[in-house]
């Protein structure tokens, strides 16, 4: 049976309160990893305004490289690992894992368990630190086949883990 | 095969079914070394280099530096061998892995479809083998222990297996009935294809494979041997002298000539384009024959090389029936089928009818269970906003051509370019909205694309994957979204339409697809 779409048949079926926000410790995660891509580029600056402040003749007001650079890494490290933070979230359904991302670029994915290949939890070295980890589904797919979702508290990830594992293995019976 | 495995019971007792944590073969370690070796040479070449610059103790280092260079990369093969470790668990495998990042990787047994050891001549000689779990997941490579013994392949291949039946049929492992791989080849040889293509029908479909790369070979080689010519190839002052030599006044030759020598030139252009066409689709899809088998689909075909690929029916993701701007007049189609594994590298999905009537096409795909969209099927299009938001995205760029073009140019007759490519892009973009279409009913989906190569892909619903909607800031100003389908080798894609038809369709798909198990759709039925 087919069916047309009419915009009054249509319900909002996205409510922004379903969704279960990541840890909060994440933010910290994100400003660790953000301060250490950082790192190399402010270091640069921080040469470059030397370079100048010594040197022979000035071209550039001081201040004109350093300034920028410390401006984009206050966007980078403060702001936007919250923003990031406040636009990520998943929902854990019955038989599906739902996962949002994203303002500017929103996406919207949810991969049922019963698509779901193999899962993965991984930690990195900072993630330890805060007790998070990161779980990835991987799909048989070939278009997004791994969607992972970082942020989550390490026995929460071994616990999704678990409920999806269980879920697979009564959907084979 | 034939295993030597008997009626005994085959099912582990609870004693066995608790977990066993198993490190690899230390041996392995070794294999993974000398493997390992060609990889060390560039760096061990770069610090020779370094050293040998410096002349008084280059020689002297040689010996220390390579040491140290195989001994740091052992170092770190035996860390990651220490922190390497594999857990048989009750429905899973894990896989523990990682020296700063720790991975643990849960392949759960009944995903498991194939477990193939590999032995290379070194590992052969220590008795070891690598043991890889396929679980049919886009990446190919899920789980791999590198080096185990070759019993203990034998012996986890046996335990995945008694583990699969046992969680299969409750308990009890449920007899074998698979049929050996081989017998596929050479059974129902006698019965007609179901599709095959006579040397017209090929000739046919070469003419349409118009291809200009002879070209871009002849100018690869005529790069390579510019030399071995009397003149400079690019200088087209050289090329009229030629002309010139043979007391031709270029001035004298009248336009009616000009344009004869131009359509000439053209006309051998296409020429040359379709015999390129001709010959390789020759040499491609001679003597193209598709079979239907027990199993699934085998496709014959090829001149010099004969291929001989066999696609199981379960396998078969989507199928796609596409088309082009000319052939489409005549009425032929191709047929594809979507599937994890790849045709070639440069086809990622099965050919499986090159150039057919869509008469032939349906029972084709019928066979696979994809049927054509029926009559009644409502067909709806993307937002003609999303038509005019992509012209609006190229907008920039050609306003910044413009800009370019006033300002390294003094004539303003050349803003005529860049107006003429908006047009073209909101004729093409046009063009392009106007064939897409997307429908769905009670088992699949479908989307309509292209007015250049029209395509149209059928999915059932049950082989999605997963579900995305996208949207990017203009997309979400509009109120228009992306919805995307991931399929087992491919995917489905409907653009530019309202984020709330996007969601209502999201909704009813996976109504549809949760109620059925991944690995139920793709048993072998």
Known sequence: MTQRFHISDMQETETAGALTKLHPDHIKVSRIVALIWAFIPTLLALAIEAAQLFGEERILPAGSFLIPILL????????????????????????????????????????????????????????????????????????????????????????MREEIRAHIKREAL | MIEPHTDAPAVPDDAAIEEERHKLHPLGLLVNFIAGLPQLILPIAAVLFAARKNADFGSSLVIPIIAAVLLISLFFRWLAWTRFRYIIGEEDIRIESGIL????????????????????????????????????????????????????????????????????????????????????????????????????????????????????????????????????????????????????????????????????????????????????????????????????????????????????????????????????????????????????????????????????????????????????????????????????MVTPLIGAGIIALMVFTDAGMKALLPLSLALFFAVTLFLDWRSRFHARDDSQLYARQGWWRPRLTIAPQVKVQSVDIHQGPIARMRGLAKLKFGIAGGDLEIDGIPVIEARAIRDQVLAEIVQVDFAEVNRAS
């Not at chain 1, 991984?122 to 086949?145: C, E, F, K, M, W």
């Open chain 2, 101 to 392: 990042n720790r991975n643990a990787r849960s392949i759960p047994f009944e995903r498991i479809q194939d477990l193939s050891i590999e032995q290379r001549l070194l590992a052969r000689i220590m008795g070891l083998g690598e043991v890889k779990f396929e679980t049919g997941s886009g990446e190919g490579d899920e789980g791999k222990l590198s080096f185990v013994t070759v019993d203990e392949g034998e012996r986890l291949r046996e335990l995945i297996r008694d583990r699969k039946e046992g969680a299969a049929t409750g308990g009890k492992p449920a007899p074998t009935k698979e049929l050996p791989e081989g017998t596929l080849s050479f059974e129902r040889d006698n019965t007609p294809p179901i599709f095959a293509m006579n040397a017209r029908r090929v000739l046919t479909l070469g003419l349409f494979e118009f291809s200009l790369v002879i070209f871009a070979v002849l100018l690869g080689i005529s790069q390579q041997f510019e030399f071995l010519l009397p003149f400079d190839l690019w200088d087209v002052g050289s090329w009229i002298g030629v002309v010139d030599v043979k007391d031709i006044d270029l001035n004298a030759i009248s336009w009616t000539a000009r344009i004869v020598g131009i359509i000439a030139a053209l006309g051998s252009l296409i020429l040359v384009g379709m015999a390129t066409g001709v010959i390789r689709t020759f040499i491609r899809e001679y003597g193209f024959r598709l079979d239907r088998t027990a199993k699934g689909f085998r496709r014959r075909r090829g001149l010099t090389t004969l291929t001989d690929v066999v696609m199981p029916v379960h396998r078969v993701q989507a199928a796609i029936v596409q088309t082009g701007l000319i052939r489409k007049r005549f009425g032929w189609h191709a047929l594809k089928f979507v599937s994890l594994a790849q045709d070639s590298k440069e086809e990622a999905s099965h050919v499986v009818a090159p150039l057919a009537k869509l008469d032939d096409i349906w029972p084709i795909a019928g066979e696979a269970k994809i049927h054509t969209p029926a009559d009644a099927t409502v067909w709806q299009k993307p937002s003609a906003k999303w038509w005019f938001d992509q012209w609006l």
């Open chain 1, 72 to 159: 984009l890494l206050v966007f980078l490290v403060i702001m936007l690992p919250v923003r990031r933070y406040n636009h990520r979230g998943y929902d854990m359904g019955a038989d599906r894992i739902r996962i949002v991302r994203g303002y500017l670029f929103h996406s919207d994915s949810i991969v049922p368990f019963g698509r779901i290949q193999h899962i993965d939890v991984d930690q990195g070295p900072i993630q330890r630190r805060y007790n998070l980890a990161t779980l990835t589904v991987h799909t048989a797919g070939n278009h997004n086949s791994t969607v992972s979702l970082p942020g989550l508290l390490h026995e929460d990830a071994i616990a």
